[in-house]
């Protein structure tokens, strides 16, 4: 019997991807945690050699300059200033760098505007019949915004962040030492996670909604608020370029909350199957109708 | 760098012998500097050094 190589699976390539950045992004931080450390020892033997001083203040009115150096460098080490890059794939615009990756990628320069986040909700949500009470808006963006703060991943290294843990902690606490590495350690921030957030915020809203008098709301069409919800706060934080949704197939088979693959509609009669893998589908098995941008 | 432990009533006595009195002997005043180098390490207040100065010259 031969045994022949199986061709990896599109979830596979993906989570062996994410092993390989994890990986690379350990070995940074790593790499990073040496420097500091030899910044820092660097800085302690230094005022151990300090031999001359005459009093106290003296002493002290040395070593605070050279505490202040040594932290200047951690700073500059950990957050630097980035210089700008133009990308060859737009305008040449300004682009930052991505905590997840470290790469230079293409972002949208405009800061991010909760208003902007709460029009889109607005808009997005306005084509579905709202419950009594109206849509919650104000908490699902103050869901975006705790989303965006906990670590956007397209922007760069939040340098105020470090020098103020760096100015109010002691260096060799314990504390200081996992609060430097939780700012250090890039947030991976995946959709699923967003929108299990987005779901819960969702099912404790709807539990306030007052019924139509057709009865009971029913729980997938909180499931759809939570999934057009999750794709708006997605939009906004990565902007238009990030959520090209994938070209319509037909009203079975929708595109899925990351965009990457269609899953069957809630009621096409194969809800029990929505994860079921439809990526050598070349036609939807209920309607025939061929998958766009591939010949049948 | 070594962690120098010393009461605050001892580096009080510390400073007199290194600075008021100058009486340390050559390692005395080693491991003594090495202490107060080590508080400023430890990013002790110009304050908590003051008291120790201040201490230092109004005790006999």
Redesign the interface.
Known sequence: MTLTQRTPTTEEERLAQDVQRNAEIARRAMSLTQQVDNIWTN???D??G??NW????E??AI?VPR?QQALASIVTLLAPTPPPLSCSSCTGGPVSYCRACFEGRRTTPTPLRREDLVKALIDRLGTMTPPLGGWPIKELADVGMAWAAHGHPMTQPDREGLEKILRFD?Y?DKQFAEQLLAWATPTPLRKEALESIVGQAIGEASLQWIPRPAGVFDASEASKVAQRTTETIWAWLHGPQEATPLPVWCRHLLASSNNSEYVFEDHSGFENCRLVRTTEWNSCPICAAPRPGRTP | ?TPLRLTREATVRA?QLL?KEGTATPAEREHF??V???L????WS?AG??W??DQAWRRA
Do not use: D, G, P
Not at chain 1, 54 to 57: G, I, P, Q
């Open positions: 800085y302690e033997s005022i151990a300090l031999r005459k009093t106290l203040e002493l002290h070593a505490r002691q060799h | 760098m400073y600075v500097i090495q107060f180098n080590a400023i390490v430890a990013r110009m050094l003051r120790i100065k």
